[in-house]
């Protein structure tokens, strides 16, 4: 069973620059959600979408971005690069929720970023 | 208070001990509780779910959840020096239904 996809691995870009990131779920995986992981703070919450919806967002400015597609695959965007947009980025998907209860994520390799 | 909170360690445990990993979390997330454990470099990798009160036992990982004291453990018996790596728990907001995840333990196994 193929786990989550994230492309590229690895990005330099430049200040002021758009990036995006792709990210392909699990089969049958219809939530994906999106993460910055960062050493000084951990994992920040960038999104999640199902079924093609935005379902949640996190705390972050609006030069972050997201879709999804009808094949669940997911991309971010960031605009406007800045220096503290270096980061790790990872994809997760799962099943979503059920009743009362939320389905684990697997997560993707993710995306290192490096801004400069 | 944060809505789900770890100590950050470095917690140190001897190679064949039992290594204990907490967190507590607040009124504000729901009764879906994950640990994931990452190591230097890579992603996070789910090891245990919980959402009931209680142990949930598989392999050498026991997960405890306690929901009048607000806090879910992580034990890990014969701990290995493979295991070392930081700990993330993590929980669903009631409200938004949000994942909330701890900034995470790091556990060290010594040999």
């Known amino acids: 069973k193929a786990g989550v996809t994230q492309t590229p691995r690895y990005l330099i870009k430049t200040r002021g620059q758009q990036v995006t990131l792709s990210c392909s779920p699990i089969?049958?995986?219809?939530?994906v959600s999106w993460y910055q992981q960062t050493p000084g703070q951990g994992l920040q919450f960038l999104f999640e979408y199902f079924s093609e919806t935005q379902r949640n967002k996190g705390n972050f400015p609006g030069r972050f971005s997201g879709r999804q597609f009808s094949n669940s695959r997911s991309e971010m965007n960031v605009s406007t690069l800045e220096l503290g947009d270096s980061a790790l980025y990872l994809c997760?998907?799962?099943?979503?929720?059920?009743?009362?209860?939320?389905?684990?994520?697997?997560f993707g390799s993710g995306t290192r970023l490096t801004v400069v | 208070q944060k809505e789900v909170e770890q100590n950050s360690g470095p917690l140190s445990a001897p190679e064949g001990a039992i290594a204990s990993l907490n967190c507590t979390y607040s009124d504000r997330v729901s009764q879906s509780f994950f640990w994931y454990r990452q190591y230097s470099g890579k992603s996070p990798e789910l090891i245990m779910s919980?959402?009931?009160?209680g142990d949930k036992e598989d392999g050498r990982f026991t997960a405890q959840l306690n929901k009048a004291s607000q806090y879910v453990s992580l034990l890990i018996r014969d701990s290995q020096p493979s295991d070392s790596a930081t700990y993330l728990c993590a929980a669903v907001n009631s409200g938004t239904y949000k994942y909330i995840f701890g900034t995470g333990t790091r556990l060290k196994v010594l040999a």
């Open positions: 919980i959402y009931s009160n």
């Open positions: 089969s049958g995986h219809r939530s």
């Open positions: 997760a998907s799962s099943l979503g929720r059920t009743g009362g209860a939320n389905y684990g994520y697997t």
